[in-house]
């Protein structure tokens, strides 16, 4: 009799099976977390450097560039609030990645639970600020049609 080939789990210390597919899964996609990760933290940097030029730049030659200080400053608050957008899903991100890591190092039930719970993470705060941004262009567009209905009946 030919015997079975043995299942692809390996057993942890608490008795636990961990799918050996799911964990190769996991370190496959471990690269291109912390690459995106990564980028997500260079963006960051890029866009609070341009932040200060633009700070520097308004308060510098606000005259010879054609913006005010004020104008400068309001850029300024813009790029720093949107380089926030950017820092924690990068944040997340990195910690989606040490979960994977912490999992392939010693597979066990928590660690899959920890790394499964750090993506679900992610895209919850991607998921609120997609609805968030739907609800704002939204309101945008609304906001520009009674913005031109209401310059179209000043000109009349």
Same mark, same amino acid.
Do not use: N, R
């Given at each position: 009799m030919t015997q079975m080939p043995s299942p692809p789990y390996q057993t942890v210390e608490n008795g636990s099976e961990v799918n050996q597919n799911i964990l190769q899964g996991f370190k496959a996609t471990k690269p291109w977390v912390r690459l995106f990760s990564v980028l997500g933290f260079i963006s960051v940097g890029f866009m609070i450097l341009a932040a200060f030029f633009i700070l520097a730049a308004s308060m510098i030659g606000s005259e010879s560039l054609g913006m005010g200080? $004020?104008?400068?400053? $309001?850029? $300024?608050?813009?790029?720093v609030f949107s380089s926030l957008l950017y820092f924690f899903p990068s944040l997340l991100l990195w910690k989606y990645g040490t979960a994977i890591e912490n999992l392939t190092n010693m597979a066990s039930i928590e660690n899959l639970e920890k790394a499964v719970d750090s993506q679900r993470a992610f895209w919850k705060l991607i998921g609120i600020f997609a609805i968030i941004w739907i609800v704002l262009a939204i309101l945008g567009?609304?906001?520009?049609?009674?913005?031109?209905? $209401?310059a179209a009946a000043a000109l009349v």
């Open positions: 200080a $004020f104008q400068g400053i $309001f850029m $300024f608050i813009i790029y567009l609304i906001s520009a049609l009674i913005l031109g209905v $209401f």
